[in-house]
């Protein structure tokens, strides 16, 4: 790929038919709507699919995708140091979808919310919950200073714990999405 490190909206969907398209979102977020033909690579499984993703990136150029664009801007900087050039889609599939693109869905998958809106939430329950039982016992205040506390070196270092825990959780798996080997087959064959 050429030093492209990112592509709008707009110009990843005139390029759709000649790139690989990795979705780095969970698989609950995948199956609820992704950009056509895109395969589904959490962002937590990135390292084990190295070997399939330099061998798709050999065929031709790789685009990655989340909901925003942060997610996937981390993996192609993860697979920048692996020596895999890949661009960023500028904005993820919210960004898409605003400009009226296209999405797939699978079968039978229900909706769930963007992993920034899941941590938000998170996080706000879990601030209100330390002031308001604090009122009572004053040490429960240390559970809204350690989420601030998170969330401050969470932007410093553009990483999120609380988004590594929460994509762990049953509601943000699904039964309907290909299983990881068979998605590194397709992209190695």
């Known amino acids: 790929m050429a030093p492209t490190t990112a592509l709008t909206a707009t110009q990843a969907h005139t390029r759709l038919h000649e790139l ?18 895109a395969h589904n690579i ?8 190295l070997p399939a993703l330099k061998t798709a990136a050999g065929r031709g150029d790789l685009l990655l995708v989340c909901a925003s664009g942060t997610r996937s801007d981390q993996a192609r900087e ?8 890949a661009a960023n889609l500028t904005g993820g599939t919210t960004a898409w979808t605003q400009l009226g693109h296209d999405v797939q869905r699978l079968a039978g998958a229900r ?8 941590v938000r939430l998170a996080a ?12 009572r016992w004053p040490k429960a205040r240390l559970l809204s200073a350690g989420i601030a506390g998170g969330l401050v ?8 714990g609380m988004a590594k825990v929460l994509a762990k959780l049953p509601h943000n798996q699904s039964q309907a999405t290909d299983d990881l080997d068979a998605t590194l087959a397709a992209l190695t064959g």
């Open 42 to 49: 959490p962002l937590d499984h990135l390292d084990v699919a």
């Open 111 to 118: 909706a769930v919310w963007a992993m920034e809106r899941q």
């Open 124 to 135: 706000g329950c879990l601030v209100l919950t330390g002031l308001l039982t604090g009122r």
């Open 153 to 160: 070196f969470s932007a410093l270092t553009n990483t999120c």
């Open 78 to 85: 993860r697979l920048a140091q692996h020596g895999i050039a």
């Open 20 to 37: 690989t398209v990795i979705d780095v979102r969970t698989p609950a977020e995948y199956a609820s709507g992704h950009l056509p033909g």
